[in-house]
């Protein structure tokens, strides 16, 4: 049987944002995605680097799961100690994004920033199911419960925690 492959997006670690303060509350609420993930018998795909990727892959692992992770440039051993499989895009911020998206059956977005804006547009116009955790700050937070354009290709639904994205992720997969 398949297994179903998940991506989680969000901010990016010290790697990107050097002089951001790690927050702490995103980083449980990726971490308990790829719990989640993992437990629900799923494949966690991300961008593999730290931050919200890091601490989800951190989840999955610590919970018996599989992580890939999608990187940007042109050579390997650049992803999170807790990325299984390592892809590497062969271009730097351009295709990994859509990569990520095409290889998820379903999205959940936790803060994030220009990057994840881009992959949020993706899924959106590949018309794959996106939940956004609220209560952190950036792009997933600022556009859930919205349509990106007038086409209203799919809502981008909002959750209250990791478990409750999960369940309604899982429902909308299913509907597909």
């Known amino acids: 049987m398949r297994k179903l492959q998940i991506g989680v997006?969000?901010?990016a670690g010290w790697e990107e944002y050097p002089m951001k303060k790690p927050d702490k509350n995103a980083y449980q609420v990726a971490y308990e995605a790829g719990e989640l993930i993992a437990k629900n018998n799923a494949v966690?795909?991300?961008?593999?680097?730290?931050g919200i990727m890091e601490s989800a892959c951190k989840g999955a692992k610590e919970n018996g799961g599989i992580t890939v992770g999608i990187i940007s440039g042109n050579r390997r051993d650049q992803a999170n100690k807790y990325v299984d499989?390592?892809?590497?895009?062969?271009t730097i911020n351009c295709s990994e994004e859509s990569l990520i998206v095409s290889m998820s059956d379903g999205i959940i977005a936790i803060g994030g920033g220009s990057g994840t804006l881009q992959e949020i547009a993706t899924a959106y116009r590949n018309k794959k199911p996106i939940v956004s955790i609220k209560g952190i700050k950036g792009w997933a937070e600022r556009l859930a419960n919205t349509y990106l354009d007038e086409r209203r290709l799919i809502k981008i639904s909002v959750a209250d925690s990791?478990?409750?994205a999960m369940s309604?992720?899982?429902k909308k997969i299913n509907m597909l």
Do not use: R
Not at 44 to 50: A, D, E, I, M, P
Not at 85 to 90: D, H, Q, R, Y
């Open 85 to 90: 499989v390592e892809i590497v895009s062969g």
């Open 9 to 11: 997006i969000g901010s």
């Open 44 to 50: 966690l795909v991300c961008g593999g680097k730290g």
């Open 168 to 170: 309604l992720l899982l």
């Open 162 to 164: 990791a478990k409750s």
